[in-house]
């Protein structure tokens, strides 16, 4: 049997999870109207990732049995609003199936577009671009149309199953061993 036709060797799933939070990433929340425009979804997300300058595209993935899937696929627009270093309590409700997510969650509204988070420091108003198939997962392409940028505070920072905020920023130096 050459290495090709191999089977692939099995990765342990803790292991995989516990080695992928040794990225560090930002955290967002996903928004958007269903297509009837009579409800709404959010959900925070860790998955966000810069594509493309030109066109301007984002992405981000969707765990197939997240209530909010099915309104995601079919919405018209979406919103992904990246959270504030004081914003702990916006992500725990957005990663919440089931809650309340709308109580008390200050959102604005914009003529045309979807609506964002007021608590937000950037929102990326996306338009779909593409929908991928992936695993037990789905990627969505948004083309960004419009930038809210509010900005004025650190981001909110998930790094090995914990929220983090960054420090101020220190030079690192190019440490050359003689
Ligand atoms: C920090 C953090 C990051 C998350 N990132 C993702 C993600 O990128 N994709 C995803 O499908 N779920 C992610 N989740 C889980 C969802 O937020 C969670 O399953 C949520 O309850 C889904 O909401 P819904 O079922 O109401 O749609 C994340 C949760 C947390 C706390």
Not at 50 to 77: E, H, N, Q, R, W
Not at 80 to 87: M, R, S, T, V
Not at 160 to 170: E, K, N, R, V
């Amino acid at each position: 049997m050459d290495s090709l036709s191999a089977p692939l060797p099995p990765i342990d799933r803790k292991e995989f999870r516990s080695a992928l939070g040794l990225f560090p990433t930002g955290v967002a929340v996903v928004t958007a109207n269903a297509p009837d425009g009579l409800s709404r979804i959010g959900m925070t997300i860790t998955s966000f990732n810069s594509v493309s300058l030109d066109p301007p595209l984002v992405l981000f993935s969707i765990g197939k049995t997240a209530y909010s899937l099915p309104t995601l696929c079919d919405a018209a627009m979406y919103s992904i609003n990246i959270l504030g270093a004081e914003h702990q309590h916006i992500s725990a409700r957005f990663a919440t199936s089931n809650g309340d997510k709308w109580t008390g969650t200050d959102v604005e509204h914009h003529d045309g577009l979807p609506f964002t988070l007021a608590h937000s420091i950037v929102a990326f108003q996306c338009v779909p671009y593409a929908q991928h198939d992936a695993g037990d997962h789905v990627i969505f392409v948004g083309r960004v149309v419009r930038i809210q940028r509010r900005g004025g505070t650190a981001p909110l920072v998930f790094f090995g199953g914990s929220y983090a905020a960054l420090q101020p920023s220190t030079p690192i130096s190019n440490h050359q061993e003689k």
